[in-house]
């Protein structure tokens, strides 16, 4: 069981470049959501998902997209990579809405240069 | 506009009780107060969580005082593995799970 996989681990990215974040579970969760994580600083939501075809802005959405086909994949869009967008990302799943807790995948690091 | 205040860092004895506070004084009815841990860099871990009773689970308990306005969570018996940032949040709503900075807890030998 892998839980959250997410890839790259690690990505430079120069400003103006696009990329995609990948992150899948295998645990049949509905939920999926997208964090980012600053130096020193508590983990802020990006975008979530409540299943396939459907997803929803969180509290930092812009410059970011996603998209949800399949229940197992969540992947994030960076269209225009500026240095704000260098931190780790971190993709998470949830059965429910979160009642019994989120499983986080092990992030991606990002630096925009 | 916090909806928890937690101290910045604490340090635990090995093998002793940690004790990390949590204030929420203005927690509502219907919201639950949940804890993570992330250790180093790794992805937030899920410790436990709760509405108005006690908790306790094969990793901590978790203490709510009777008015919701504050809750304890301990690790009975800490290890140097402990050592993380310990999150306390407040969610009602599936866009709320909001990671504040936590507490950062260092067990020391």
């Known amino acids: 069981n892998a839980g959250v996989t997410q890839t790259p681990k690690f990505r430079i990215l120069k400003i103006g470049q696009s990329m995609t974040l990948q992150c899948a579970q295998d645990?049949?969760?509905?939920?999926m959501y997208w964090y980012r994580q600053d130096p020193g600083m508590g983990l802020k939501l990006i975008y979530y998902?409540?299943?396939?075809?459907?997803?929803d802005k969180g509290e930092v959405p812009n410059g970011y997209n996603v998209s949800r086909s399949t229940t197992e994949d969540f992947p994030l869009r960076l269209e225009l990579a500026a240095p704000s967008q260098t931190s780790v990302y971190f993709c998470?799943?949830?059965?429910?809405?979160?009642?019994?807790?989120?499983?986080f995948g092990s992030g991606t690091r990002l630096t925009v240069v | 506009d916090a909806k928890t205040t937690q101290p910045t860092s604490m340090d635990c004895a090995e093998g002793r009780a940690a004790n990390l506070p949590c204030n929420h004084s203005?927690?509502?009815?219907?919201?639950?107060v949940y804890w993570y841990r992330q250790i180093h860099s790794q992805g937030p871990q899920y410790i436990i969580h709760?509405?108005?009773n006690n908790e306790t689970n094969e990793m901590a308990s978790l203490i709510i005082t009777e008015d919701r306005k504050s809750s304890t969570l301990i690790l009975p018996h800490a290890t140097l593995r402990d050592t993380a940032v310990y999150y306390c949040?407040?969610?009602?709503?599936?866009?709320?799970?909001?990671f504040g900075a936590g507490t950062r807890l260092t067990v020391k030998p």
């Open positions: 998470a799943s949830s059965l429910t809405g979160g009642d019994y807790g989120y499983t």
């Open positions: 645990m049949n969760h509905n939920y």
């Open positions: 998902s409540v299943g396939a075809g459907i997803t």
């Open positions: 203005t927690i509502s009815g219907n919201e639950y």
């Open positions: 709760g509405l108005k």
């Open positions: 949040i407040v969610r009602v709503a599936i866009d709320d799970m909001r």
